[in-house]
């Protein structure tokens, strides 16, 4: 197996991914099929599922002979693929039917650009259990999508107030509430300042979630500008980030449940 990424934005994108990834989890399991690289995994404290699909055309290059699945110490990857300079292309390599137990990392620069040094880099494999879970497709009682951005500097100034979110969704505006022992802080989103939205007619949501997992999952704004959030009363949040090309990041948060 062997893939390689040399677009800025890409790389970008690809370095900020693993970067929001290790704070979710100490070793990642990164599936190389045919068709695309896809890994899936739960949070730490098991209370967030993360499910990414990147598929083959999104890199430069993408030449798998045979479906393989690797583990690997999320903080020593996104330590060495943050290492790239401007001009370096990401070129990652497995070779299991010979060095089954390292994958192979390089840093290169085609055009000998001074100053920016080629890196080679061995990453010792781990061993773990990695169960996939099959993720239904349903639909959501609303759906929209905002700027990444703007998301993530509200999102951050709810955390002060308190430690959960309340979301109300009807369709003329949006309300998100955060209570604490500081105050209350409520934004309101009117509906003409989302890039998307839908509801059932009539319908009002009001729900809950932890506002330390809202907040990891919406600092990754370099991954994309637009945040597409779906909720249901009875469902758990999906939050996604669309990469183009039909590839895709997305969370899934249950709801806190009302004691």
Same mark, same amino acid.
């Given at each position: 197996m ?6 800025k ?5 690809? !370095? ?15 599936i190389?099929?045919?068709s695309?690289?896809?890994i ?27 479906e ?14 943050s290492?790239?300079q401007?001009k ?9 039917? !010979?060095?089954?137990d390292?994958?192979?990392?390089e840093l290169?620069n ?16 781990v061993e ?6 099959t ?5 959501y ?9 703007? !998301?993530?500097?509200i999102v951050s100034?709810?955390?002060i ?12 505006k949006?309300?998100?509430?955060s ?14 300042d989302? &890039?998307?939205?839908?509801i059932?007619e ?9 506002? &330390? ?11 994309s500008?637009?945040?597409?959030f ?18 895709h ?6 709801s806190?449940?009302?004691?």
């Amino acid at each position: 197996m062997k893939l390689s990424i040399i677009e800025k934005t890409k790389k970008d994108i690809f !370095i900020s991914l693993f970067q929001h990834l290790k704070s979710c989890s100490n070793f990642i399991t990164i599936i190389f099929k045919e068709s695309e690289m896809y890994i899936q995994g739960m949070d730490k404290s098991h209370v967030c599922l993360f499910d990414i699909k990147i598929v083959s055309s999104w890199f430069d290059s993408y030449d798998i002979d045979n479906e393989e699945s690797i583990t690997v110490n999320s903080i020593f990857f996104h330590n060495i693929i943050s290492m790239t300079q401007e001009k370096h292309h990401i070129n990652i390599k497995y070779q299991g039917d !010979i060095d089954p137990d390292f994958i192979e990392i390089e840093l290169t620069n085609d055009a000998n650009e001074k100053g920016e040094f080629n890196k080679y880099f061995k990453l010792p494999l781990v061993e773990n259990e990695n169960v996939l879970l099959t993720i239904p497709e349903v639909d959501y009682d609303a759906e929209f999508s905002i700027n990444s951005k703007k !998301i993530s500097e509200i999102v951050s100034q709810l955390s002060i107030f308190g430690d959960n979110m309340n979301i109300k969704c009807s369709e003329e505006k949006i309300e998100i509430i955060s209570t604490g022992v500081g105050g209350e802080m409520m934004v309101n989103i009117p509906i003409d300042d989302l &890039t998307e939205f839908s509801i059932s007619e009539g319908d009002i949501i009001n729900t809950s979630y932890s506002l &330390t997992y809202i907040n990891k999952m919406c600092i990754a704004t370099k991954l994309s500008h637009e945040i597409y959030f779906s909720i249901s009363a009875e469902r758990p949040m999906r939050i996604k980030y669309d990469l183009g090309e039909n590839s895709h990041v997305m969370f899934f948060i249950a709801s806190k449940i009302e004691e």
